[in-house]
């Protein structure tokens, strides 16, 4: 008999999370929907999914205590984490909990459907010579810092000691390469 295809979609971004499920569904998933942690949790209750897409940042919490949730759960869903504010950190510690894969926004829903079955290679477990460049690094640690402060751009440029619109120009450059 084959696997049920249950996804429970998580993200707080109305327009992605609806193109998301329209593409998942397009694909043979029957999906629901939650934008907060509380309905996420109403729905893990309500019928518990075989697969999960949680976004990191939620309005109400973490995605990651939705992950701790969701594999405390008998049968545990499959869980896809997804961001717009990666950090390997934060990667290394969704797989710990039990994430099959994590990903940073934008990402191609093939990508996260194949990041289900681990054809993606996991965070957790990149080469020794797959060294990070410092444009990578740069950018990461700014997003940590904006996640910090809230999405706030002015705080968080006081907080880098650079100016708010320079702020600005770094978050728009996405860092090619790790």
């Avoid at 949730?69 to 997804?82: G, K, N, Q």
């Avoid at 993606?120 to 997003?143: F, G, K, M, T, Y």
Wanted: proline share 8%; aromatic share 4%.
């Amino acid at each position: 008999m084959a696997e049920p295809r249950r996804m429970l979609l998580v993200d707080d971004d109305d327009v992605f999370r609806q193109r998301l499920a329209r593409a998942l569904r397009e694909r043979g998933w029957t999906v629901a929907e939650a934008g907060t942690v509380v309905d996420a949790h109403a729905a893990l209750r309500t019928a518990p999914p075989s697969h999960a897409v949680i976004d990191m940042r939620l309005p109400d919490g973490s995605g990651l205590d939705l992950v701790r949730a969701a594999t405390a759960a008998s049968p545990a869903p499959r869980i896809v984490v997804l961001t717009g504010y990666g950090s390997i950190a934060t990667a290394l510690e969704a797989v710990k909990l039990g994430a099959a894969h994590y990903l940073t926004k934008p990402a191609m829903v093939d990508d996260i459907v194949a990041g289900f079955d681990g054809a993606v290679p996991p965070p957790s477990s990149p080469p020794d010579e797959d060294v990070p460049s410092l444009a990578r690094v740069e950018w990461e640690h700014i997003n940590r810092v904006m996640v910090d402060c809230g999405g706030n751009i002015s705080e968080a440029a006081r907080r880098l000691g650079m100016h708010r619109r320079s702020l600005q120009r770094k978050l728009a450059k996405r860092p090619t390469g790790r």
